[in-house]
């Protein structure tokens, strides 16, 4: 067995050894709930484990609890209470209550070693939020129509290299891609050139998320320390780029993302220092590039599985031809509402965060849809399992089947269903500032191979593998293909 098993394997034993110690601690009776009048119910050791050996870790584990619990229900792990929120009509506090009610607290730890002590999750919260406020500002809408040719040059330039005909794995090539797109539009001209190593850094850093590393993100493990390798590289790299673009006249300054954090200054008037800049550029990279790639792999599993919606993402990128010719600009991107609607749809099912996670400070009361209410005390980890309500047939019809109709107009099941039905991208105060980014990068993706390659999924459709915590497709995703010249 090698050291990341090992560790997965001392990762679960821990949480059952925690569970017994609970459960003897406590002394309970074989009552799988305790419940009190307004408290939520509570999920004891032998429930847990019952669900975990019966459905395994991941969407599955938690729909059972749901299944046997209802929407509102605390897990103890570890002394930990975890209460989770199903469905959208008991969402509304996580997503819309003040910082100092609920906040993301430290239930992101296993970010600091990623990102660095400086920033986010490394900081208190006033300081985070003026971060995360640099970063919004430097990504504005105003901003975007200028990284459609970039990303255009960097999606032409990817696929040159693919023959007249051959057989890939969509996963690893959509994976490089968007780290060639991430270091053009969000790191600076100054990385292009050193491509390969920056994959290399932050492939080392995606894979330090993963279950061990979110219960012990300080535990030495091969994969923890290769990750703090990276990070310690990562930050030496972009220190070098800050120091030298700052050493450079106002007249030779970048028109970028790097370029606009380098810039921005707190309410203080203190200007950003060199570790802050590189943890917001690591941040950023990380939060574009994993989500997308996620996002565009899960696109081509289902569209290339699924003919009618294949058909119809064609027959609107023929409709583009005929009106744009070779003109496909950043107007022809919004048109493309179909292609559109099937990343939502991806993103429905395959969501890149499954989870979204809150500290409660101060005590809240939610009622669910049967009318029941309960108090969640202050001090508790609050969760929204997104991936779960996502599935909910009373939001939306037939939930396992892939459907982008559900959100085209007159059907809109996720408006129908109440704010926050669809939530791949968050909602209110942390809200994702990089959604339309986000949906414009993997468009560009998708256009170009929709109009320049016929192709066909050769491996079975992949199971969803959670141990990277995100739900990514496992193993490889083979893909034939050939070239072809989509005409109106
Ligand atoms: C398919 C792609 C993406 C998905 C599914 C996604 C999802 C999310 C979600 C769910 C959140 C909220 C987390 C929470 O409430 O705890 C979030 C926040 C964030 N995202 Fe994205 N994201 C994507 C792409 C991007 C891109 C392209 C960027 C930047 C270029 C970005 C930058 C951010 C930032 C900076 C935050 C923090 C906002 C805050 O805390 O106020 N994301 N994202």
């Not at 569970?19 to 004891?44: D, E, F, M, Q, W």
């Not at 459907?403 to 408006?415: T, Y």
């Amino acid at each position: 067995m090698d050291m990341e098993n090992v560790a997965t394997w001392f990762t679960i034993a821990m949480f059952l050894i925690t569970l017994v110690a609970i459960k003897i601690a406590r002394g309970k009776t074989s009552s799988h709930i305790l419940s009190t009048r307004s408290r939520p119910p509570s999920v004891n050791a032998i429930a847990l484990l019952y669900s975990l050996f019966r459905k395994g870790f991941g969407l599955p584990f938690v729909h059972d609890l749901y299944t046997r619990f209802g929407s509102v229900f605390t897990i103890n792990l570890f002394g930990a209470n975890i209460t989770l929120l199903v469905g959208p009509n008991i969402s509304a506090h996580l997503f819309q209550g003040l910082e100092s009610e609920i906040s993301i607290g430290n239930l992101n730890d296993l970010t600091i070693p990623m990102f660095g002590q400086e920033v986010l999750y490394g900081v208190d919260t006033a300081i985070r939020s003026e971060q995360i406020n640099f970063m919004v500002d430097a990504l504005k809408l105003s901003q975007l129509r200028s990284f459609i040719d970039p990303m255009f040059e960097e999606v032409e330039a990817y696929f040159v290299k693919w023959g007249q005909d051959g057989m890939v794995d969509l996963k690893h090539e959509l994976d490089q891609l968007l780290m060639f797109i991430s270091s053009r539009c969000l790191l600076g001209y100054e990385l292009h050139a050193m491509h390969e190593e920056i994959y290399s850094l932050f492939h080392e850093l995606e894979k330090g998320v993963n279950i061990v590393s979110f219960f012990f993100p300080y535990f030495p493990t091969p994969t923890n320390r290769r990750r703090d390798k990276a990070h310690a590289r990562l930050k030496e790299i972009f220190s070098t780029i800050v120091r030298s673009r700052r050493s450079l006249c106002s007249s030779q300054a970048q028109e970028d993302v790097l370029q606009r954090l380098i810039d921005s200054k707190y309410k203080d008037g203190r200007s950003v220092t060199e570790e802050e800049i590189s943890g917001m550029m690591i941040a950023l990279t990380f939060a574009a590039k994993r989500t997308s790639a996620h996002t565009s792999i899960w696109t081509g599993a289902r569209l290339l599985s699924n003919t009618e919606s294949l058909m119809a993402a064609l027959k609107e990128q023929m409709h583009i031809i005929s009106k744009y010719q070779n003109q496909i600009g950043y107007d022809a991107f919004l048109e493309m509402d179909t292609l559109h609607r099937c990343i939502k749809e991806t993103l429905r099912m395959h969501t890149p965060a499954p989870v979204l996670f809150r500290k409660a400070h101060e005590t809240f009361r939610v009622q669910t849809k049967e009318g029941k209410e309960y108090d969640i005390p202050g001090g508790h980890n609050v969760v929204i399992p997104t991936a779960l309500n996502h599935k909910l047939p009373c939001i939306y019809k037939d939930p396992e089947a892939y459907d982008p109709d559900r959100f085209a107009l007159g059907r809109e099941e996720d408006k129908v269903g109440g704010k926050y039905s669809f939530t791949s991208f968050g909602g209110g105060r942390h809200f994702c500032p990089g959604m339309s980014f986000a949906y414009l990068q993997i468009k560009v993706i998708w256009s170009h191979l929709l109009r320049n390659f016929e192709s066909k999924i050769i491996s079975p459709f992949p199971k969803t593998d959670w141990r990277n915590l995100g739900g990514e497709p496992k193993g490889k995703l083979m893909i034939s293909y050939k070239r072809r010249q989509l005409t109106c």
